[in-house]
């Protein structure tokens, strides 16, 4: 009988913890805008293949600096994006979905375009 | 968190190869698995689930398993950090993980100093005794599963 019950109780607890809310935000595109988001500025921070995904940081014509989040980093290298390509200071132009959050300048990246070249790190979104 | 960054591991994590932290990633999650799997079977077993089954028995290969699943899921975590460790400062997931770990260490420490457990292999024990442990248990079940989907959160905040 405690047997039985303790059993339910921890069949519920995992229930519970493994049937995450759905309105959360996911890892992918979820957290991102819909809507098709573009801009240019100068390499703050060069290309880092570290990590989960592969970033750089650019400034916008306004100062303000943009996180871009690209693809992980092997996809990021194949798309021939790899560090030190793009020079700091250089000026880039990006294609990509903002955060949905607006008070975050962060843009999951398609596409980095330097010197007529355009780094298509994420070639199967359009 | 920004010394962590700056450390050499951090350095390791960061230079050596696009493929680093995916591999270190797959490393986390074994030993979570191990951790959690071995924990999940002992934790039911000290609620009162397959009383058949001795806790003397249940604890021989559970607890070694759940050990060193820790200890690899701890190693693997502290390099996944310290690739941009400044960057999970203010992840409120963060926040939840830690103290998570810390109470399911701490309930470890408890049960190890609990006569019934440390006399699980010599003698039967008693129903207080059983329900003693039976907290443990909960309070295992419930701060392991809390750190792991924080930290699973961690990456999707």
């Known amino acids: 009988m405690y ?9 519920a607890v995992l229930t519970f913890s493994l049937s995450a809310p759905p ?3 996911h890892h992918g595109w979820g957290g991102n805008s819909e ?6 500025g100068i390499v703050e921070t060069g290309v880092s293949l570290a990590g989960p995904h592969a970033t750089m940081k650019i400034k916008a014509a306004d100062g303000k600096v943009w996180d871009l989040t ?3 980093p092997a996809a990021t290298s194949r798309a021939g994006l790899k560090e030190g390509i793009i020079p700091v200071g250089a000026t880039v132009s990006i294609h990509g979905h903002r955060n949905l959050d607006p008070s975050r300048l962060e843009v999951k990246t398609e596409r ?3 010197n007529g070249r355009t780094f298509n790190v994420y070639p199967d979104r359009k | 968190m920004v010394w962590l960054q700056g450390s050499a591991l951090g350095h390791a994590m960061r230079e050596s ?32 689930v397959w009383r058949n ?5 249940i604890s021989e290969p559970t607890v070694p398993i759940a050990t060193i699943g820790f200890l690899i899921a701890a190693a693997s975590g502290v390099c996944l950090l310290a690739t941009k460790a400044t960057e999970y400062v203010g992840n409120p997931f963060l926040y939840i993980k830690f103290p998570a770990i810390a109470l399911g260490l701490l309930n470890v ?17 008693s129903a207080h005794e059983q329900s003693k442990l039976a907290v443990i248990g909960g309070i295992s079940l419930v701060s392991w599963l809390t750190a792991i989907t924080a930290g699973r959160m961690i990456a999707y905040w």
């Open chain 1, 70 to 72: 690209l693809a992980p």
């Open chain 2, 17 to 48: 190869g696009v493929w680093t932290y995916g591999v270190v990633n797959l490393v986390h999650i074994l030993g979570v698995a191990a951790l959690f799997g071995a924990l999940l079977v002992l934790d039911l077993r000290l609620l009162g």
């Open chain 2, 53 to 57: 089954i001795s806790l003397a028995a």
């Open chain 1, 112 to 114: 980095v375009t330097w």
């Open chain 1, 35 to 40: 809507e098709e988001f573009e801009l240019s």
């Open chain 1, 23 to 25: 309105a959360w935000a």
């Open chain 1, 3 to 11: 047997s039985r019950l303790s059993f339910g109780i921890c069949a």
């Open chain 2, 109 to 125: 420490a408890a049960l190890n100093s609990l006569a019934a457990w440390r006399q699980r292999k010599l003698r039967d024990l």
